[in-house]
């Protein structure tokens, strides 16, 4: 090799270079090292989490806190910019996030070991305590993080020592090949080349050989984990006694109009929100209502129990306190169940508890006022079929809360656990530290279904149609405006009761141009719906809808 010819200066320049580029190279495989560490960390406890406990996976555990720890503000962000996908957007963020600080971890592993194995053994800390503090964590659940954790941690230090084996072979090359035809230690430089071929071998093999078997592993226990579920099949094969007395459907409750909202909601198309991150997947068969806290004596029910004390059918509107004006956050439903006074009195509320904090198999808890759940007037219920069928998972199955007239943050309590009667002074639900009221009656209002905004409109005879809910009341009139023009009374439909919208509708001879059409409704109290726009936080929105309808 000669290279004495060369001007000095301008090889060192050259070196300087090469060695700059070297060491950016092995900067990227380092992170690259980490990345692959972490997928092991992930893959390694999803499949602890199949085998020994699982509900130990971190990335559920983690996804969750974080869905818990999330400001209000950035909940409600997400859920209006990505509705139904605010939480694979919160998770994709976590997702950059974890990758963003397994590249660091590998950067500081080969920089500074053991830097990046501590940092492995923090983030399996964290997600460690993440998974035993969730509530109803069984035994086992401790045991994915650690081995995850365990399993990155010794990929990552095989790893980097191939990588900085390789590092320091190029090192030792390059001081070969530039210096004389003998490196400083004796190496040849045409050995230490082989050399470096050797480690850079070993490290690719390690690095590919361990990102493949993450990915398999990893990707395999999910799937597995989520097929071998067998909840789907126990609710299949679930049949519930049939009810006592069914919901009577006047004649005249459904109209048939395009455009306009069904009287019931299909169970595929009701709205769905929970913090839950993954379905709770609760069995009847183990499942047990607690009534404890100010009773008389504490009750324990199970499912048959529960329904053998003999279900009814019940025709509720739920409303969303996320609902906003003219929004789709509500839906109607005929639920099976049993009244929940019922259930109460089992155990005897004792004087002095004004509330009822409900909680769910996944933590979730609701503040419901004790005397909406006692009075013989309003049917708040333990419910266990919608729509003919047992409940949807998504919907709380087995058992949930259903109760007219109050939002579903502070009654609706899907996959329900216990009844603890206390008061307002000496509990707190899920969201009354995070921006909502303890106490939320719902408020009741009206939505313009068609014609829409945005969906142009033939010239001549139109209807306009929606619906309007003032559960426990009922709707007196829903009148419609065009532009500036007299308020019109719409017709309605039947009532099936007070507790379910009832739908209306009203012919318009739409001119050419655009127009304002608005509603309002009044209840059988001879209220007036607020014309007052309001956010859905602390207790829920107010405002008349109005939408701009061009006519063609
Ligand atoms: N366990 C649990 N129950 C819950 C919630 C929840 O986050 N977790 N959300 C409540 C809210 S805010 C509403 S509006 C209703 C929605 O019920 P749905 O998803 O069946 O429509 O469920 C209520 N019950
Ligand atoms: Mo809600």
């Keep these: 090799m000669a290279r004495s010819a060369r001007p000095h200066a301008r090889e060192q320049a050259g070196d300087a270079t090469a060695a700059g580029a070297s060491r950016r190279r092995f900067r990227i495989w380092a992170a690259v090292s980490g990345v692959i560490a972490a997928g092991v960390f992930l893959a390694a406890a999803e499949l602890a989490a199949l085998l020994a406990a699982r509900d130990g996976s971190p990335i559920l555990a983690v996804g969750a806190f974080v869905i818990d720890i999330v400001p209000q503000p950035v909940k409600e962000f997400a859920i209006a910019a990505f509705g139904a996908y605010d939480k694979v957007v919160l998770l994709g963020s976590l997702g950059i996030a974890v990758l963003v600080a397994s590249a660091v971890a590998g950067v500081l592993q080969f920089a500074r070991p053991p830097l990046g194995s501590v940092a492995l053994g923090i983030a399996g800390a964290l997600s460690l305590a993440a998974i035993v503090t969730r509530a109803g964590a069984t035994p086992l659940a401790w045991v994915p993080p650690v081995v995850g954790a365990a399993a990155g941690i010794v990929i990552l230090e095989l790893l980097v020592r191939r990588l900085r084996a390789w590092a320091g072979d190029v090192r030792t090359a390059d001081a070969a090949a530039s210096v004389t035809d003998t490196a400083p230690d004796g190496v040849a430089p045409d050995e230490a080349t082989a050399r470096t071929g050797v480690d850079r071998r070993g490290f690719f093999a390690l690095a590919g050989i361990a990102a493949a078997s993450a990915f398999v592993v990893g990707v395999g226990s999910r799937v597995v984990a989520a097929a071998t579920s067998s909840i789907d099949a126990i609710r299949e094969a679930l049949r519930l006694p049939a009810p006592r007395s069914t919901v009577t459907v006047p004649t005249g409750a459904e109209l048939d109009l395009p455009g ?15 913090t839950a991150l993954t379905v709770p997947e609760v069995d009847p068969a183990t499942w047990r209502l607690v009534i404890d806290g100010l009773v008389g004596r504490r009750v324990e029910l199970t499912f048959d129990q529960l329904v053998g004390m003999g279900l009814d059918e019940y025709s509720i509107t739920l409303t969303c306190v996320s609902n906003e004006v003219g929004g789709d ?27 009822v904090l409900s909680r769910s198999v996944d933590g979730f808890t609701a503040s419901t006022p004790l005397d909406a759940l006692t009075d013989p007037g309003r049917d708040a219920i333990l419910a266990v079929g919608m729509n003919g069928e047992p409940l949807p998972l998504e919907h709380g199955f087995p058992v949930r809360m259903v109760v007219p007239g109050l939002y579903g943050y502070v009654s609706a309590t899907k996959w329900l656990t216990e009844l603890k009667v206390t008061t307002f002074a000496a509990d707190e639900a899920y969201w009354t530290p995070r921006g909502y009221s303890a106490e939320a009656p719902i408020k009741f209002s009206s939505r313009i279904d068609t014609p829409r905004s945005g969906t142009p409109v033939a010239a001549g005879s139109a209807v306009i149609a929606g619906v309007a809910w003032a559960q426990t009341v ?21 009532p099936v009761n007070v507790d379910t919208w009832v739908q209306w509708y009203l012919e318009w001879e739409a001119t050419p141009g655009t127009h304002y059409v608005t509603a309002r409704a009044v209840n059988r109290d001879g209220e007036l719906q607020v014309e007052e726009r309001a956010p859905i936080a602390p207790d829920g929105s107010t405002g008349w809808q109005r939408v701009l309808v061009t006519v063609t």
């Design 329 to 355: 956050l509500l839906g109607t439903a005929k639920w099976v169940g049993v009244p929940i006074r019922d259930v109460l009195a089992l155990a005897g509320p004792q004087s002095g508890a004004d509330m």
């Design 260 to 274: 306009l909202t069904p009287l019931y909601t299909p169970n595929a198309d009701f709205y769905r929100v929970d």
């Design 474 to 494: 009922g709707i007196e009139r829903v009148e419609v405006r065009i532009d500036d023009g007299d308020w019109e009374p719409a017709t309605l439909s039947a």
